[in-house]
């Protein structure tokens, strides 16, 4: 009898192990791989400047937020929940930011460790900087909330004070001009991102896909207006006095050979001024004179100075604000490829929000052997200002 009873608890233990292994194997064969993602993130202000992000998780519990500046470093401080998109995510709040950090990017990516694999969100870039140049209409639509500008535009000289005390990055305050650079189709070579803001002058290296998803080959980056800049997937741009954006194309440029203008498309917010660059490419040949004009702003937008950029011993150069035309004429005949007229333009009170389009022309000529002046055909640019 007591024979039977061992015989009957063995076999017993033996089938609750069977079944808990087929458990085991048939929960891990079908448990879905957690998803994660960045849903949304934001500049939050009480006593103190923080980014709070929300993650949207699948499948997943215990998930932490990395956040890095310079050295990556873990963070991890989920405070609650919120609703993106009807979706609830988790939040995460950063708050590790010195008042000198203001134009500091910022990265974050969520992740979390199930079953001795490491499960990754894509990485989101931020920072203060870019916060307020979105509310104050410099990389995005303007606010309507004066009281937050003002809060704004004073933080970040705040925040370049601090960094002038602390002796950090001097050459980066927060309350410096910056310009966005963007890609379509292709990244900043330094992060990876599409985007990120520069001062004047710097230089920055944007990379495209050796092909496109149709397998197509890279040919050319053609800027705002529509025009080829560059034939190299791997090009160094330099930044100027205006937002610009650059597109990766993969088909044969349609810009015309010889002599054309070159300028981005501008942004700019009521009340406040836009540089436009405009640059002369593909001149290849000596030059006496230059004369530029500008139609379609009188109506919308007041110019406050036009200007060469460079050092060429130019005899006379000079622009009429009133009328939206300039001469510039050099004492021997050069070549000035490359050459860049600034425009600064100003919307008129009353001026509303909107997309306004203006076209810039360039009439360029020499004198022959003869003394009889020839003008070398330019093509104009059209450009399209947003005002805020």
């Given at each position: 009898m ?6 009957v ?15 085991a ?34 499948n ?10 310079d050295a ?7 405070t609650?929940?919120?609703?993106i ?12 930011l010195?008042a ?34 979105n509310?104050?209409?410099?990389t ?20 370049a ?9 001097p050459?980066r305050?927060?309350?410096d ?10 990244t ?5 991102f ?17 092909k ?5 080959a890279?040919n050319?980056?053609?800027n ?8 190299s ?9 205006a937002?610009a ?25 009521n009340?406040?001024i ?19 004009s500008?139609?379609g702003a ?36 050069t ?7 600034d425009?600064?333009l ?18 360029i ?20 200002i947003?005002v805020?």
């Amino acid at each position: 009898m007591r024979k039977r009873r061992i015989i009957v608890l063995v076999s017993l233990i033996v089938l609750i192990i069977g079944i808990s292994a087929l458990i085991a194997i048939s929960s891990s064969g079908s448990e879905p791989d957690p998803e994660l993602e960045i849903k949304a993130f934001n500049l939050c202000f009480k006593d103190s400047v923080y980014i709070k992000y929300a993650v949207s998780v699948s499948n997943a519990e215990n998930v932490s937020l990395l956040v890095w500046t310079d050295a990556q470093s873990e963070f991890t401080a989920g405070t609650g929940t919120t609703q993106i998109e009807g979706e609830t995510c988790q939040v995460f709040t950063f708050s590790q930011l010195a008042a000198r950090q203001m134009a500091d990017n910022v990265y974050a990516r969520a992740y979390v460790e199930k079953g001795g694999k490491a499960y990754y969100s894509d990485v989101e870039k931020y920072s203060v900087l870019q916060y307020a140049y979105n509310k104050l209409g410099k990389t995005g639509i303007a606010s309507d909330n004066d009281k937050l500008k003002n809060l704004l535009t004073g933080m970040l000289e705040y925040g370049a004070l601090a960094q002038i005390y602390t002796d950090y990055k001097p050459d980066r305050l927060a309350n410096d001009d910056f310009y966005q650079i963007k890609t379509v189709g292709g990244t900043i070579t330094a992060d990876g991102f599409d985007s990120g803001l520069y001062l004047e002058g710097e230089q920055v290296e944007i990379t495209a896909p050796a092909k496109d998803e149709n397998d197509v080959a890279f040919n050319h980056w053609e800027n705002g207006s529509g025009q080829n800049v560059g034939t190299s997937a791997t090009m160094t741009v330099t930044v100027g006095k205006a937002n610009a954006t650059y597109t990766a194309c993969y088909t044969e440029s349609t810009q015309a050979a010889g002599p054309h203008l070159v300028c981005d498309n501008a942004s700019v917010a009521n009340g406040s001024i836009v540089t436009l660059s405009v640059e002369l490419a593909d001149c290849a040949d000596g030059i006496d004179a230059m004369a530029i004009s500008i139609s379609g702003a009188s109506d919308y937008f007041t110019a406050t100075k036009g200007s060469w950029s460079s050092d060429y011993d130019y005899e006379i150069s000079n622009f009429n604000k009133t009328k939206f035309q300039g001469v510039a004429r050099l004492s021997d005949q050069t070549e000035v490829d490359g050459e860049v007229f600034d425009l600064t333009l100003k919307p008129l009170d009353g001026t509303a929000s909107g997309t306004y389009k203006i076209t810039i022309s360039l009439k360029i000529t020499y004198f022959d052997s003869n003394e009889d002046e020839i003008e070398i055909p330019c093509q104009p640019v059209e450009v399209t200002i947003t005002v805020n």
